[in-house]
């Protein structure tokens, strides 16, 4: 940051005469450079520094030290809104007027005493307007250096009330489950539930490419340890510039070119629960409030409100300015601690009643709970006489991933899976080249019972034989004598005659029954149809 004197450069000698007055000085110098380099000298000494210091109004003092905690410099929108603004007023105006003797904020009263200058900066963003302390006077003003991280910045609010700590929702690891779900859903071409967060931690992590599985990678993650699989995906979430937590919340709409680095956001709320004591229940409204009030632009570097198009998707309003921190700003901490924290086992929630949104939060004491972060997959697997298959939840995910490929899938429960081998499901996995005996060799090694034998059999022979039965839907036409099936045969409807299973019973061809009792009516016959798979309305 600049020092003193490069910081009062452009004023005019009637400003720095007014800063003088303001630490009970005298300029000597009637020239601006010399008025300059005296002023500075003198505003240095440490004495004289503390003295005026102590003098200043409590607003003054706060912003000073809110500046100073912040490492010296703030961006400007962001102080300004805090502290007030500083009204430009020209040098008659001002040696008219003396605002300096009647601030109108506290940042106008650090101005007068040059603790506070303003200038552009550049970032990673581009060039911003901060507010700073100049570089020189920054260890004169009392509060320790080491107080700059966010956390020290930050204070947490105040403990969760019990009805807010009401009913529990413990973090855990069920995220690898429903990742190892997603992954044999995409592998074996099945609609899989969208899941933006988690695809975009899947590809983040090597795992998917452009929705394609990158095989290595993914045996790799699904053969993994759950901690070291979980640590993963944290680490994955912790870096990405793509993962964009703005663009996943489902009350958002984003609209425009406009862009913003959701690592920004990310890694500042992370660094505010480190610095949590674990254990401890949070109340969330009251956490967010807090971060509303002393660091609100904890997402837009250059204090920015009106940049970003952002639309409700409740009622389509766009939601800009600074009066809508809580619908975009604070609905991001929300997202970020009640969805994504808690999806990758950071944190703890609680709600007053079952169904009701989170109200409090805390970090996990340990991760070590072998319920909520087991540490090894060793459950067996289940194979039923008429081959249901059950996969409980802590079966190796490789193991789950592949007899997914193999099978249907019916309803999951809780703490389990199920399948079930269909000669369409056996065939679809033949084309991916897998073959029934894998299915059996991963059956046999990790069922926690021999396989019932007849099922065993049957597969072999489905391989080997391919569909040997058959229960099928058909639409038959009985008749009272076999001369009347001879004569229909005879006439324009015979090619919607199917297999002849008797003297007096023909299969219908699917669709056609209006047809063939329209051809029967002809011949004098008047059909009574009671199927239930007429589609064309004919009587």
Not at 220 to 234: D, M, N
Request: glycine share 8%; aromatic share 6%; charged share 25%.
């Amino acid at each position: 940051m600049p020092d003193l004197i490069h910081s009062l450069q452009g004023q005019d000698l009637g400003q720095l005469r007014i800063v003088a007055g303001l630490w009970g000085l005298e300029l000597r110098s009637s020239e601006v450079d010399g008025a300059l380099r005296e002023l500075a000298a003198a505003i240095l000494s440490q004495p004289l520094a503390a003295e005026v210091m102590a003098s200043l109004s409590p607003e003054a003092a706060a912003a000073l030290t809110t500046l100073k905690r912040a490492g010296g410099r703030m961006p400007w929108a962001g102080f300004a809104r805090q502290f007030g603004d500083v009204r430009e007023i020209g040098a008659a105006k001002r040696d008219r007027e003396k605002p300096f003797l009647h601030p109108a904020s506290a940042a106008e009263g650090l101005f007068y005493r040059a603790l506070l200058s303003r200038a552009f900066f550049d970032t990673d963003n581009g060039p911003q307007e901060f507010a700073y302390i100049p570089d020189d006077l920054l260890p004169l003003i009392r509060g320790d250096s080491s107080t700059d991280s966010p956390a020290f910045k930050m204070t947490p609010g105040r403990a969760a009330t019990p009805n807010e700590r009401a009913h529990p929702q413990l973090a855990n690891d069920r995220i690898l489950d429903d990742a190892t779900t997603l992954l044999a859903a995409m592998r074996s071409g099945r609609a899989a539930k969208p899941d933006g967060l988690l695809q975009g931690l899947l590809a983040e992590a090597g795992i998917l490419k452009k929705n394609d599985i990158q095989a290595q990678k993914a045996r790799a993650f699904l053969e993994a340890s759950r901690p070291e699989a979980l640590q993963t995906l944290v680490q994955a979430w912790r870096t990405s510039e793509k993962i964009n937590e703005l663009r996943l919340m489902p009350d958002l709409l984003c609209e425009g070119q406009w862009s913003n680095d959701p690592r920004i956001a990310r890694l500042y709320l992370l660094n505010l629960l480190e610095a949590l004591p674990a254990g401890t229940w949070w109340s969330l409204d009251a956490f967010i409030s807090r971060i509303k009030e002393q660091q609100p632009d904890f997402q837009r570097p250059s204090g920015d409100y009106d940049s970003w198009f952002i639309k409700s998707a409740t009622d389509g309003r766009y939601l800009r300015g600074f009066s809508d921190w809580e619908a975009v700003d604070g609905a991001v901490i929300r997202f970020l601690v009640t969805d994504v924290c808690h999806r990758l086992g950071i944190v703890d929630l609680a709600c007053p009643a079952e169904g009701r949104p989170a109200a409090a939060f805390r970090v996990p004491a340990s991760r070590t709970d072998p319920i909520r972060f087991p540490g090894s997959e060793q459950g067996r697997v289940h194979v039923a006489s008429q081959g249901r298959i059950t996969v409980p939840r802590l079966v190796p995910r490789a193991v789950r991933y592949q007899l997914a490929r193999f099978c249907d899938w019916d309803q999951d429960k809780p703490d389990e899976y199920r399948y079930e081998a269909t000669p369409e499901s056996l065939r679809k996995a033949a084309e991916q080249g897998l073959k029934v005996e894998h299915l059996l060799a991963v059956l046999a090694k990790h069922a926690g019972a021999r396989l019932p034998a007849p099922w065993v059999r049957a597969l072999k022979r489905w391989e080997a034989s391919g569909v040997e039965a058959r229960a099928e839907n058909q639409i038959i036409l009985r008749v009272s004598r076999p001369d009347i099936l001879a004569e229909l045969g005879k006439s324009r409807a015979a090619r919607f005659l199917g297999e002849r299973l008797g003297p007096t019973t023909v299969v219908i061809k699917r669709g056609a029954q209006s047809k063939v009792i329209a051809a029967l009516a002809e011949l004098g016959i008047l059909a009574d149809d009671n199927s239930s798979d007429r589609k064309d309305g004919a009587p």
